[in-house]
């Protein structure tokens, strides 16, 4: 049974960056694949990347290409959302989710992703404003 909790977020300067973190107080989470969402008041939540549970493989979202990066530390039990360059748009709850995937390489991404994730967190408020 995976807890998963996110940290890291806060109030940032346009241009800023912040590291949020994703752990589980539960299983280990090597198996799993994770997800990051974000969703911003009135707006649909939606994926802005994925790592692969041997974390090879990353896909993110084009809004974030180039800006945010996803990794994770297995032996920490913990998978990191990199954001820099962040700007106003990027202001919205994040949260982390996890799914088993038959491939150690497989990331999902994709307008139903939501539906695909077993696990989510509760989810970390980042405002980026000046």
């Known amino acids: 049974q995976l807890n998963l909790v996110e940290s890291g977020g806060g109030l940032v300067q346009p241009g800023g960056s912040l590291r949020l973190s994703c752990g589980s107080s539960?299983?280990?989470?090597?198996?799993?694949?994770i997800g990051w969402f974000r969703q911003a008041p009135g707006k649909e939540r939606e994926e802005v990347g994925c790592?692969?549970?041997?974390?090879?493989?990353?896909n993110y979202d084009d809004s974030v290409k180039g800006r945010f990066s996803i990794s994770r530390d297995n032996a920490k039990n913990t998978v990191f959302l990199q954001m820099n360059s962040l700007e106003p748009e990027d202001t919205a709850v994040y949260y982390c989710?996890?799914?088993?995937?038959?491939?150690?390489?497989?990331?999902?991404?994709?307008?139903?992703?939501?539906?695909?994730?077993?696990?989510w967190g509760q989810g970390t408020q980042v405002t980026v404003s000046s």
């Open positions: 989710a996890a799914v088993v995937l038959p491939g150690k390489t497989m990331c999902v991404m994709g307008s139903r992703s939501t539906l695909i994730y077993t696990d």
């Open positions: 790592i692969s549970s041997s974390g090879d493989a990353s």
């Open positions: 539960g299983s280990p989470l090597d198996d799993y694949s």
